[in-house]
């Protein structure tokens, strides 16, 4: 696996257990937010991932009140699966497009 950045370059990916990692692509890591492309396993089916996650505060409930344990771990912000090569090919020209439209 690749986790090019920091903090931990061998840190491995956060995802959930049902989910076997094949391989895998850190886009940008910093102490706060993690970008990368998957391709893994899920339910039996191989899909190409991207995950977006977010350094975040553990908190747990102390008499109905959410308060920090001064442990931090990574959280799931975003998420999106291509289980088909003709859903990216669809998406792909339209990504394109808009971040040439945004300037980006």
């Known amino acids: 696996?690749?986790?090019?950045?920091?903090?931990?370059p061998d840190e491995k990916f956060p995802v959930?257990?049902?989910?076997?990692?094949i391989k895998?692509?850190?886009?940008?890591k910093n102490n706060k937010w993690w970008?990368?492309?998957l391709l893994a396993n899920s339910f039996g089916h191989n899909k190409v991932m991207i995950y977006q996650?977010?350094?975040?505060?553990?908190?747990?409930?102390e008499g109905g009140k959410w308060v920090g344990t001064g442990q931090f771990g990574?959280?799931?912000k975003q998420k999106i699966g291509f289980n088909?090569?003709?859903?990216w090919d669809k998406s792909k020209p339209i990504v394109d497009e808009y971040m040439k439209e945004g300037g980006l």
Do not use: H, L
């Not at 895998?24 to 940008?28: E, R």
């Open 16 to 21: 959930d257990e049902a989910i076997t990692v």
């Open 74 to 76: 990574w959280k799931r």
């Open 53 to 61: 996650w977010q350094m975040t505060e553990k908190k747990r409930n």
């Open 84 to 87: 088909f090569a003709k859903d």
């Open 35 to 37: 970008f990368a492309v």
């Open 1 to 8: 696996m690749s986790n090019n950045g920091f903090p931990n």
């Open 24 to 28: 895998g692509t850190t886009i940008y």
